[in-house]
C-alpha cells in the first residue's frame, strides 16, 4: 500500500464556485500547501482559475498538482443531460491540460433526499424510470471522462440518490466497470451505514481513488434523530479532522493493505467557515493523523 495525500478546497468550505462565503483561492491553494499536501482537487469547476496557464503557474509556485475534478450535478433529472454532458466535456479538458486523472461523479444533493440524510429505511428512491435515466447519464459522462484520458470514480454521496448500501450495489450492477470505477469515502459510507472497510473489500477492484473523511458519531447520532438537513448537519459539525470520529481507520487501513491499494487519498473535511475558522488546522491534523498511522 502507498498513499499520496491531496486535499480539497470543500475542506476550506468551497461547496459553490459563485458563494459569497468562498475564501479566496489563492488562500486555499496556500493553505492546502502549508498543511502539507502535494495534491489538490479542482474544486466547483470556476472557483480556481480556469485560465490554464495562470493555474498551472499558481500551482507551480506551491508545489501542488490537480488530482480530479467533480462532476457534482442534478444526475436523477432526465432534463439536464444535455448540460451535464457539456459541463463534463469543459471540465474533462481543463483537467487533462493539468494531468488530472479522475473525475469523481456525484449525484447532486437535492430535496427531499438532502433532508432525509442518513434516514436509511424511509428515504425517498427513485423509481426504475428515474433510475435507469440517471445511470444512463452517468455511463454518456463516463464516456466523456475516458475519451479524455480521465477515469471516471462514482461517488455515492450523503443527501443524494445514489447514498445507500442497496443504492451503490444497484449503481455498481447497472454500470460496466470497464466504464465506471468507484470512489470511496469513508465518511459518506459511515454517514450512510455503512462500513468503509467493507466496501472497499467489496468492490476492491472498482476502486481506483478514495476520499478520507470523519465523522462525529455523537452529531450524527443527533442529526439522524432529528432528520436534520446534510448542510444542516454540516454547520452542526459532523464531518470532523481524521481519526476523531467513528469511522475505523483501523479496519480502513486493514482494507487497504489487503488489496494493496496504490493511489491517491484526498482529505475532505466539509465545514461551514461561518462556525468553523480554522481549516488549515484541521488539515495539519487530518494529515498528522496519516503520517502516524498509514505510513
Known amino acids: 500500500m ?42 466547483p469547476l470556476g472557483y480556481l482559475p480556469t485560465d490554464i496557464a495562470k493555474l498551472q503557474a499558481e500551482l507551480a509556485q506551491r508545489n501542488l498538482s490537480v488530482v480530479a475534478g467533480t462532476l457534482f ?101 447497472d454500470l460496466p466497470q470497464s466504464l465506471v470505477s468507484l470512489c470511496i469515502d469513508t465518511g459518506h459510507c459511515f454517514y450512510a451505514g455503512m462500513q468503509p472497510e467493507q466496501v472497499i473489500e467489496q468492490y476492491a477492484q472498482r476502486i481506483k481513488y478514495l476520499h478520507f473523511k470523519d465523522i462525529n458519531p455523537q452529531i450524527l447520532s443527533s442529526v439522524v434523530v432529528n432528520s436534520t438537513d446534510f448542510y444542516s448537519a454540516i454547520s452542526q459539525g459532523v464531518f470532523c479532522p481524521l481519526g476523531q470520529g467513528g469511522v475505523n481507520f483501523v479496519s480502513v487501513r486493514a482494507a487497504l493493505e489487503k488489496i494493496d491499494y496504490q493511489g491517491w487519498v484526498t482529505v475532505e473535511q466539509d465545514m461551514d467557515p461561518a462556525i468553523d475558522n480554522n481549516p488549515l488546522q484541521n488539515a495539519i491534523n487530518s494529515r498528522n493523523f496519516i503520517e502516524q498511522y498509514f505510513r
Open 73 to 173: 450535478q442534478h444526475l436523477h433529472d432526465r432534463r439536464k443531460r444535455a448540460e451535464i454532458l457539456q459541463f463534463t466535456q469543459d471540465s474533462c479538458q481543463l483537467l487533462k491540460a493539468l494531468g488530472a486523472k479522475y473525475m469523481v461523479v456525484i449525484d447532486h444533493v437535492s430535496s427531499p433526499r438532502t433532508d432525509q440524510a442518513g434516514q436509511i429505511q424511509t428515504a425517498t428512491r427513485l423509481d426504475d424510470s428515474d433510475w435507469s435515466e440517471m445511470m444512463e447519464t452517468i455511463r454518456l459522462a463516463s464516456e466523456i471522462c475516458l475519451e479524455n484520458e480521465i477515469t471516471p470514480t462514482l461517488h455515492p454521496h450523503t443527501g443524494t440518490y445514489i447514498e445507500y448500501a442497496d443504492e451503490l450495489d444497484k449503481a455498481m450492477h
Open 2 to 43: 502507498k498513499l499520496q495525500l491531496s486535499n480539497a478546497p470543500c475542506s476550506w468550505g468551497v461547496e459553490f464556485a459563485d458563494s459569497d462565503k468562498n475564501l479566496p483561492w489563492q488562500r486555499v491553494l496556500d493553505e492546502i500547501n502549508l498543511a502539507g499536501y502535494r495534491g489538490t482537487e479542482l474544486g
